[in-house]
Every structure is written in structure tokens, then in C-alpha cells.
């Protein structure tokens, strides 16, 4: 599933001799690399990978077609391996990542490479929207884990049990299910809290009457799943049974238009139309939902500042939500992919509220 061919046509519609990638994700796209300390230099006909001795033998086994550099020597730096590469092959345009390197490098790549720099932000990021048919299953299975983790959790919320507990459960449900390692920063709030967009797990122990919202998922092969559910312990209330409701409704709304041609910035908009006349419409958070791939929060957002025409393929998270501060809040996310005519919900837990 390597992904330089993509890369050297870029470079070859813009005539530039080589690409210098540094983002992690991109690294990961490009190669299959799956460590860390790592920096790319691809040419039209060959690929340098920079790392440390902690890495090279990994290097070895996983990207045995690179040419593998040390780059950490005493009195060294990635830009004066870079540097001696450019010379050595006669290259006189590099592109780079200018939305992701540090000034630091820049100014180093500045000094030493007798080479013109060339912007490149974004432009591996764009081919990444898009996903291959091996990068859907991934996806489809790191969903598929999320799913199985949470009908598990559900026995153990209940009163008493922290949100620091809970949490730490999700995410070792999530690995015996077959995830990756790597859980990123799962989300388990309970109660008033609940309000909070990106709440972080406290040792604040669940109530009886809380709503519990999980916003959470995992890596398969490094592809990740993203879903939102919100449960209440105990029975729930009217209002917090209307405004689960209302949420329902949007995201039904919001699915409802789901489809390859649609664009970031009309799903918002239809996400409220169900909470017109309601006070929670100044309640809700207008970036409805995101694309996801190797990185959670990926590019296009579902949002009205995005005027983005999505394509089939494109996975993206559709996840409203109501917060009303000191109260509480409800969201509740899917995963899908868009098809020419609809969508795949990649997450098969149901919308219903779930009382426990």
C-alpha cells in the first residue's frame, strides 16, 4: 500500500527533482514505516530514509527498497544528511512540508543545501482524502474494534466507577480486540462535564442520573476509528431525554444528504434544521465532523468555512452535539464512508439512548 508513485507524479507534473517529508503520517502513507525519528527524501528514481540507531534495524526489515542513513553523528543534523544526499545526486528543487517543518530546519535546510526550497504544504495531505480500497478495510476494522470495546464498557459504568477507570478499561478493550498499541487520547466524561467538547478523564467517580459520554477509538494497522456514544446511568430525565433526541435528529439530518458531491459546508446547516425554534441551536459547535485516515482529525472539515466538494471513498466522522455549560452535554458520532449514491455507516451501534 505504499504510496510513492502518487508522490513522484506530483513532482513530475511540477518538475521538481525531490520531496522531503517530515510529517509522520505522511512518512507512514509514502512507506509503511511504522516508527518513530524518521525524514524521507524521495527522488525520481530513488527513496533516503533518515532515522537514529534505534531505528535502523526496523528501518531495515520494514523499508528494505530505502536507502537508510544515520543521521544522528556527533556535530550533525538531518539537514546535513539531507544536504550530502542533494549533492551526491545533482538535485536542485526540493519540496517540503512548509506547514509542518520548524523554522529551526528551515533555517538549516536554508544554510546547507545548495538547493531551491520549494512549498509543499498540504500536497501528500490532499492524496491521503481520498482512500485505496485496503485503507477502507483497515478503517472498517478499527471501527469494528471500537464497536466490540464499547458494548463491553457498558457493564462497568456504574456508580462509583471513575472516569480515569473507565477510561483506561475502553482502551485495553480496544487492544483485546485486536488494535494497535498506540491508543491516542480517548475521551470518558460523566455528568455536568459532559458540556466540555474535549472533556479529559478525571478521578471524578459516575453519579447516579450522569450522562456518561465516550468519544473514543483505536489504530488497525495504523488507520483509525472515531465514534461518539452518550449513555445515561440510571433513568434518564425529560430533558435529558430531549436533548439526547434532538441530537438524534441531527445527525439522522446530517446523514441524510451523506454522499460523494456533497459539500463541507452544507452539512452543518442541515445537521440544525431539526433544532429550529429550539433554544439549543447557539448550543451546538459548527464543525459537525472531520475526514480520518491515519490521523484522527484529517482534513477536510465538516464545516460551513469549508467549501470542499467530498468524493466517493472519502471517510469522514459526522458527530452534533448539544453542550449547555453546568449542565451537561450529548454527542453522538459515526464513522462512514460516501459512495456515488449514500454512505457505509462504519459504526453498528445504534442511535437509541441506553439507559443503564
Known amino acids: 500500500m505504499m504510496n510513492e508513485s502518487k508522490i513522484r507524479k506530483y513532482m513530475e507534473d511540477e518538475n521538481i527533482d525531490a520531496f522531503y517529508i517530515a510529517k509522520r503520517v505522511n512518512i507512514r502513507f509514502a512507506s509503511g514505516w511504522t516508527g518513530d525519528?524518521?525524514?524521507?527524501?524521495?527522488?525520481?528514481?530513488?527513496?533516503?530514509?533518515?532515522?537514529?540507531?534505534?531505528?535502523?534495524?526496523?528501518?531495515?526489515?520494514?523499508?528494505?527498497?530505502?536507502?537508510?542513513?544515520?543521521?544522528?553523528?556527533?556535530?550533525?543534523?538531518?539537514?546535513?544528511?539531507?544536504?550530502?544526499?542533494?549533492?551526491?545526486?545533482?538535485?536542485?528543487?526540493?519540496?517540503?512540508?512548509?506547514?509542518?517543518?520548524?523554522?529551526?530546519?528551515?533555517?538549516d535546510f536554508k544554510t546547507k543545501l545548495d538547493?531551491?526550497?520549494?512549498?509543499?504544504?498540504?500536497?501528500?495531505?490532499?492524496?491521503?482524502?481520498?482512500?485505496?480500497?485496503?485503507?477502507?478495510?483497515?478503517?472498517?476494522?478499527?471501527?469494528?474494534?471500537?464497536?466490540?470495546?464499547?458494548?463491553?464498557?457498558?457493564?462497568?459504568?456504574?456508580?462509583?466507577?471513575?472516569?480515569?477507570?473507565?477510561?483506561?478499561?475502553?482502551?485495553?478493550?480496544?487492544?483485546?480486540?485486536?488494535?494497535?498499541?498506540?491508543?491516542?487520547?480517548?475521551?470518558?466524561?460523566?455528568?455536568?462535564?459532559?458540556?466540555?467538547?474535549?472533556?479529559?478523564?478525571?478521578?471524578?467517580?459516575?453519579?447516579?442520573?450522569?450522562?456518561?459520554?465516550?468519544?473514543?477509538?483505536?489504530?488497525?494497522?495504523?488507520?483509525?476509528s472515531d465514534m461518539t456514544r452518550t449513555v445515561v446511568v440510571g433513568k434518564a430525565t425529560p430533558k435529558q431525554k430531549e436533548v439526547y433526541d434532538y441530537v438524534r435528529q441531527s445527525l439522522e439530518a446530517a446523514e441524510g444528504i451523506m454522499k460523494a458531491g456533497v459539500n463541507c459546508k452544507d452539512v452543518y446547516p442541515e445537521s440544525i434544521k431539526p433544532l429550529k425554534g429550539t433554544e439549543y441551536v447557539p448550543l451546538t459547535y459548527n464543525k459537525i465532523g472531520h475526514s480520518i485516515g491515519l490521523f484522527v482529525h484529517e482534513t477536510p472539515y465538516l464545516a460551513e468555512e469549508y467549501d470542499d466538494v467530498l468524493e466517493a471513498n472519502t471517510v469522514v466522522t459526522i458527530e452534533p452535539g448539544i453542550y449547555i455549560p453546568n449542565w451537561g452535554g450529548v454527542r453522538i458520532e459515526d464513522q462512514v464512508v460516501l459512495t456515488d449514491d449514500g454512505y457505509e455507516n462504519m459504526i453498528d451501534i445504534p442511535h437509541d439512548l441506553i439507559e443503564l
Open 37 to 107: 525519528d524518521s525524514y524521507m527524501l524521495l527522488t525520481k528514481d530513488k527513496q533516503f530514509f533518515f532515522t537514529d540507531p534505534r531505528y535502523t534495524e526496523q528501518a531495515e526489515i520494514e523499508i528494505p527498497d530505502y536507502d537508510i542513513i544515520n543521521w544522528r553523528l556527533p556535530g550533525r543534523t538531518v539537514g546535513d544528511s539531507v544536504a550530502d544526499v542533494v549533492k551526491a545526486e545533482g538535485i536542485k528543487t526540493v519540496a517540503f512540508e512548509d506547514d509542518y517543518m520548524t523554522y529551526d530546519m528551515y533555517h
Open 115 to 224: 538547493a531551491n526550497l520549494i512549498q509543499a504544504g498540504g500536497v501528500i495531505d490532499r492524496m491521503r482524502v481520498v482512500k485505496s480500497p485496503k485503507e477502507i478495510e483497515y478503517l472498517t476494522i478499527a471501527c469494528d474494534i471500537a464497536c466490540r470495546a464499547f458494548r463491553r464498557i457498558l457493564k462497568d459504568i456504574k456508580v462509583g466507577a471513575t472516569e480515569k477507570e473507565l477510561a483506561a478499561k475502553l482502551s485495553l478493550y480496544m487492544v483485546e480486540e485486536g488494535a494497535d498499541t498506540q491508543p491516542y487520547g480517548n475521551i470518558l466524561i460523566s455528568g455536568a462535564t459532559t458540556s466540555l467538547l474535549h472533556g479529559i478523564p478525571s478521578k471524578k467517580a459516575v453519579e447516579y442520573g450522569d450522562f456518561v459520554l465516550m468519544d473514543f477509538g483505536c489504530q488497525y494497522n495504523g488507520y483509525m
